[in-house]
């Protein structure tokens, strides 16, 4: 996702030992993390991490009490018009001059900023194409989020932040919210997102930062983090009628447990253990029902490390299916 | 705070801003007359009490004021209150509006620089001053036969121009005094209502306690009634300057503006 052109060019946002407290509370406590321009960069925690703090620091509505932050090469706190004349923001429940219609407001707001995208463009765009001549006031929690999305890449800017973009969404909006950021991406632009949903992480993201009382416990690609990737896979499968564990082939470096009738096999090589299995099935005509293969997810791996849950009870615990 | 300087604004005013500001005025104006809303609670209270009292009291004189008509008196005085709902009370409302929706957070979050936006509000809202003393000075003429005296025109404007910019920084500046926008109507009615029973805006308050008097005269309302009052009594010589009334207005100017520049320096995303 990467514009190599761009490659060892400065990053488009750096924040070194950021500190932010309100008396005794630590909202951020010394955080540290670079955005590489043209990545998208996605802040996960729980309520009261930092996020929003973080996320409105680099905007330049906060002040911090240490540390740097460059974003564009720009303290965000000079309050900078070049720097604001480049990036757009959607803020967390945020108003607009709710008696001018769509169009009224993507126009007024566009003639702020040095370049702007055509109004009808960013309609279409954000999928308001309905609503075009409808007041602010008269739209609905989604659309009003799309407008903010609207509003916020109407001076094409370099980096857009979006705090919670999709909260209020139904999934098929969320669906259009996701496509948009990913034609973001292909412009090179830099994307700064907070979430709370996982697979919005997942699916959006470049690189995935989590956030606990005010500190980076975790960096990385989503399908790294926490050591995600070398995490054991879960197979399972019901126990044929007539059969019984020891039944099944031995296989070294893998355990094996009943619970009920289904049959769960952790491995870390799911795909010589998953296909000893079947061919043990295959050669007996024996039909293994309900047969999935499973990695640790996202959400897995940020309860873990947010310690909203136990250590994983593996079986318990929401996974990602991928049935075979 | 930073060991790296950052690049400092150029604060010079470009041609490219002002024509922001003249834009942002556009917007302002259509969102003002939109608003049902606040276009009655601003405009049309004004005017329909001009002619609720007028008609109630047409052909009598007050002999307290030199033997005037009532709506001569009557006529100024609900100027004076439009002045006032047109700047203050639109002001104050719509700013605690702007303020509680985040509208001013995202403002901030814009290349436009902050004092070109509120540079607009305002203008937008001398505009909404402009249509009202139309309004209210049409109907005075026509309906209730006032006359607009030549002479005392420039003691007429002059006031309204301090009017104005008294009230509107104290509309602006009283949000910071607003702990959120239901509460904004409230003190607007609080700080404006029980002022104009004893300001001569209604009624002539020339048998009023002296103390009363004193507290009126130290609030900028009746300095504003008494202003206009002064430049359409036809027993005004001059130029219909009230020296007294003016300075006042020009100091509670200062105290407005003062108080709307420690409202504007709040950081939005401090606030909320």
Sequence with gaps: MFDTSLVGAQPAIEVRDLRRSYGEVHAVAGISFEVARGEVFCLLGPNGAGKTTTVEILEGYRSRNGGEVRVLGIDPASGSRELRDRTGIVLQQCGVQSDLTVAELIEMYGRYYTRRRAVDELIELVDLAGKRDVRAKKLSGGQRRRLDLALALVGDPDVVFLDEPTTGFDPAARRGAWSTVRSLCELGKTVFLTTHFMDEAQTLADRVAIMRAGEIIAIGRPDELGGRDLRPAEIRFLLPAGWSLGDLPELPDVERSLQGDRVLVVTREPVRTANAITGWALERGVELERFSVTQPTLEDIYLELTGAAEPPDRVSSATEEAIV | ?272
């Design chain 2, 1 to 272: 705070m930073s060991a790296l300087t950052s690049r400092t604004e150029s604060r010079g005013v470009s041609r490219r801003d002002l024509s922001l500001v003249l834009w942002q005025v556009r917007y302002e104006q259509r969102a003002y007359w939109r608003n049902r809303g606040r276009g009655v609670f601003t405009f049309v209270f004004p005017v329909m009490f001009l002619v609720i009292f007028g008609s109630l009291n047409t052909n009598s004189h007050l002999r307290s004021l030199g033997g005037i008509s009532y709506d001569t008196f009557f006529v100024p005085g609900i100027l004076a209150y439009g002045v006032i709902a047109t700047t203050y009370v639109n002001m104050a409302i719509s700013t605690a509006i702007l303020r509680d929706e985040g509208v001013l957070k995202r403002m901030q979050g814009t290349p436009l620089p902050r004092w070109a936006y509120v540079t607009a509000r305002i203008a937008s809202t001398v505009l909404i001053v402009g249509a009202m003393t139309v309004v209210t000075l049409g109907i005075g003429v026509i309906a209730y036969g006032v006359h607009i005296r030549a002479a005392t025109l420039p003691g007429l404007i002059l006031t309204l121009i301090l009017g104005t910019a008294a009230f509107t920084t104290l509309g602006i500046g009283i949000t910071r005094f607003t702990p959120n926008a239901d509460a904004a109507p409230v003190i607007v009615n609080l700080t404006v209502l029980p002022l104009t029973f004893i300001s001569s805006i209604w009624f002539p308050t020339t048998t009023m306690p002296k103390a009363l008097i004193d507290v009126a005269k130290f609030f900028p309302i009746r300095p504003l009634a008494d202003g206009l009052e002064y430049a359409f009594n036809p027993h005004t010589a001059g130029a219909g300057f009230n020296g007294g009334d003016l300075r006042s207005l020009a100091i509670w100017t200062v105290v407005g503006v003062f108080l709307m520049l420690r409202f504007l320096r709040q950081p939005q995303g401090e606030v909320v």
